[in-house]
Nanobody
């Protein structure tokens, strides 16, 4: 079984920064892509950023380009989301996701990801 555990969420003021981390453990596929999704109150789950195996390719939604950076460590067991210049509209529960279909190309579709974390709350106050 694969487990994903997120950390790093919290309350921050507009313009502030947070760094989310996700630790992967268990029997993982040989290669897999990672992504961050978010779900704001009353809204559906939304792709935020993704990274391929080895970190060579990243993908972001337009709203976070230039503000968020996704990265993964060399051991491929952790993925991070550095979030700068946070806005109130970034408030959401952020989920880490892993999927073998995203190993060589990022995908924004949640059905391409096989494992999910429990989520971590990010709240940006105005």
């Amino acid at each position: 079984q694969v487990q994903l555990v997120e950390s790093g969420g919290g309350l921050v003021q507009t313009g502030g920064s947070l760094r989310l981390s996700c630790v992967v453990s268990g029997r993982t596929p040989d290669r897999y892509g990672m992504a961050w999704f978010r779900q704001a109150p009353g809204k559906g789950r939304e792709f935020v950023a993704g990274v391929t195996w080895g970190g060579g390719i990243t993908r972001y939604i337009d709203d976070v380009k230039g503000r968020f950076t996704i990265s993964r460590d060399n051991a491929e067991t952790r993925v991070h989301l550095q979030m700068n210049s946070l806005k109130p509209e970034d408030t959401a529960i952020y989920y880490c996701a892993m999927g073998w279909k995203a190993a060589s190309h990022t995908t924004p579709f949640d059905y391409d990801y096989d494992y999910w974390g429990q989520g971590t709350q990010v709240t940006v106050s105005s």
